[in-house]
């Protein structure tokens, strides 16, 4: 399950509430982006 943000208006949308057309239903854009959910710091040795 993937997690899709619209650019436009930031609403949060699941991979299966786009049914394969990627058009934001809120606002009615075409632009979104996978947000990162977790940074994972790694030192160096």
């Known amino acids: 399950m993937v997690t899709y943000k619209c ?3 930031k609403s949060k ?3 299966e509430e786009l ?9 009615g854009s075409k632009i979104f982006y996978k947000p990162r959910t977790k ?3 790694v030192k160096a040795e």
């Open 19 to 27: 049914k394969k057309r990627f058009v934001c239903p809120a606002c």
């Open 7 to 9: 650019f436009k208006c």
């Open 39 to 41: 940074v994972k710091k």
């Open 13 to 15: 949308l699941k991979d």
